[in-house]
């Protein structure tokens, strides 16, 4: 007589989802971090229907990818799939490599990712740095499906950045 596995309990489902959401990344992610294993370590976790909270310093860490927020939340439809992720802190935090060797660091007091969109908005004090550019502002949008990148800030805040411009090939010397 065979048996059915039984299914991973539902906690999983919601800690798997941050740790996908993590290894998806955004934009050009090194792609070989999504093949390896995610570590999360947090000093408390709670789960109720459909509802992970990761709490008191949550850390996650796959590959170059290292994520720390002080708080996470996992929220699953009725099916246990993953609807999306909110991380945050003072200020939740987001460094990896990108494919093309730069690093990647941006940091918001909240980090929302919605898997249905496939959009990540970045809230509250936002700085991104890519390499040597950067970007500030009070909310930032990026669409993972479009590459689209929107940027917004209240009524007497601006959006500022900093765009370093590559070295031409063969033009050491500047002239």
């Not at 494919?99 to 936002?126: R, S």
Request: include cysteine; glycine fraction near 10%; aromatic fraction near 2%.
């Amino acid at each position: 007589m065979s048996r059915t596995p039984s299914p991973k309990p539902c906690w999983i489902a919601g800690v798997a989802g941050l740790a996908l959401l993590l290894a998806q990344g955004v934009g050009s992610a090194r792609t070989a971090d999504r093949d390896l294993p995610a570590d999360i370590d947090a000093g408390a976790m709670s789960r109720v229907a459909g509802l992970t909270e990761l709490s008191k310093g949550v850390v996650l860490r796959q590959g170059t990818l290292e994520v720390r927020s002080e708080d996470a939340v996992v929220s699953t439809d009725d099916a246990g799939q993953i609807t999306d992720v909110q991380l945050t802190g003072s200020p939740a935090i987001w460094r990896e490599q990108m494919d093309d060797g730069a690093q990647l660091d941006a940091e918001a007091k909240q980090i929302d990712y919605d898997f249905k969109t496939e959009q990540v908005v970045l809230t509250g004090d936002v700085i991104i740095n890519h390499g040597t550019d950067q970007i500030t502002g009070e909310q930032i949008r990026y669409d993972l499906r479009t590459s689209r990148l929107d940027a917004g800030s209240s009524e007497t805040g601006r959006i500022r950045m900093r765009i370093t411009p590559t070295s031409r090939d063969g033009d050491d010397d500047g002239q």
